[in-house]
């Protein structure tokens, strides 16, 4: 099983300028660039300063002149918010730029805000339809001479310009969930990506169950690989566990009420969550956090890792966002690389 850091500039209050947050994003790239970590992934999301990542391209062009051997990769791209033209060509002037290491996810999108804002009145089953005919116009594209007829888009006959540094074009990957999108990921000859989020083991084993059903039935001479994202953290000790299981609990509520879009926001930021409004929101309660991700000290993360990979994971994906601070972060993964990857050499 390969490991990669999956990471964005966040923030839950102003205390932190945009400045900082890209040099310390600088910084932990270079840190799992240097430590033998497989791939860097960072998304797209607009008008958040809970993500802050407008455009990944920019930022994976410039992690390429930051990181040598690390593959560099969307986690992921919006699909309703692109034209297939324009991703086309963008993602292989990227792949060109950072030396063919990039990879293209793609994703509905999961927040109703940014529909709201991009893409007024779309809804989630409208989104995974511009998606499902996006992916092959982008493959089409990069063959070129591609004319497209299609629900949500048309253009006559078209060539990516410039086409991907990699032959065969860049690797795809699809975020995944129910059995029909593992389906139309393997038929189309894409990699799953998937995100159990606060969910346990139960639901990463469901997950797997479908990606495999689908790579029996509609794999036949293809390889497509499967990831798994999700927050991590590797300890010095019980307290300091602790300490890093609330704080991505707390990552959680924000990650929640972003979700619901109840709640005000202003300057791009929530209003913020009381501890006793947090407190109430059991299914995200640090305990939870403990049971179902990789948390705690280098032996523990080590024996959750190992079930996955016995379940057949290709790559986890280590998601460093989580409310806490940079030194946190950058302690957690100097022990991920140091105590914990040398398990799974």
């Keep these: 099983m390969k490991f990669s850091l999956f990471l964005h500039m966040e923030r839950l209050d102003e205390s932190q300028t945009y400045q900082q947050l890209h040099a310390d994003f600088i910084e932990l790239a270079k840190m799992a660039d240097q430590g033998g970590m497989h791939a860097i992934w960072t998304g797209e999301h607009h008008g958040m300063d809970f993500t802050i990542a407008p455009n990944p391209f920019l930022n994976l062009i410039d992690l390429s002149h930051h990181t040598k051997n690390v593959r560099l990769g969307t986690g992921t791209v919006i699909a309703p918010f692109w034209h297939p033209i324009k991703l086309a060509g963008e993602a292989a002037m990227t792949d060109i730029i950072t030396g063919g290491r ?4 793609i994703a509905r999108g999961a927040y109703n805000f940014e529909y709201e804002r991009l893409m007024p009145g779309m809804d989630a089953m409208e989104a995974g339809g511009r998606m499902r005919e996006l992916v092959p116009a982008v493959q089409n594209l990069w063959k070129g001479d591609y004319a497209h007829d299609g629900k949500f888009t048309q253009f006559p006959s078209t060539t990516s310009a410039p086409k991907p540094l990699q032959r065969g074009g860049v690797p795809m990957w699809i975020a995944a969930r129910d059995p029909h ?16 989020l606060w969910q346990g083991m139960t639901e990463i084993q469901n997950l797997m169950t479908a990606f495999k059903n689908a790579k029996a039935e509609h794999g036949e001479g293809k390889n497509p690989k499967i990831m798994l994202l ?3 953290y590797v300890g010095s000790d019980a307290d300091d566990v602790a300490i890093a299981a609330k704080c991505i609990s707390r990552f959680y509520c924000y990650f929640g009420a972003w979700f619901k879009n109840e709640r005000p926001i202003r300057q791009g930021l929530l209003e913020p969550l009381s501890e006793e409004e947090m407190a109430k929101i059991d299914m995200y309660a640090p305990e939870k956090m403990l049971e179902n991700m990789p948390i705690g000290t280098p032996e523990q993360v080590i024996e959750k ?8 994971y290709d790559e986890f994906a280590f998601w460093i966002d989580s409310s806490m601070t940079f030194e946190q972060k950058q302690a957690s993964l100097r022990r991920f690389i140091d105590d914990v990857m040398p398990a799974f050499a």
Excluded at 305 to 312: A, N
């Design 102 to 105: 990039l990879d293209l996810g």
């Design 181 to 196: 999108s593992h389906k139309f990921a393997v038929e189309h000859g894409c990699n799953v990506q998937v995100t159990p």
């Design 230 to 232: 999700q927050h991590a």
């Design 305 to 312: 890792l190992k079930v996955y990979e016995d379940l057949g």
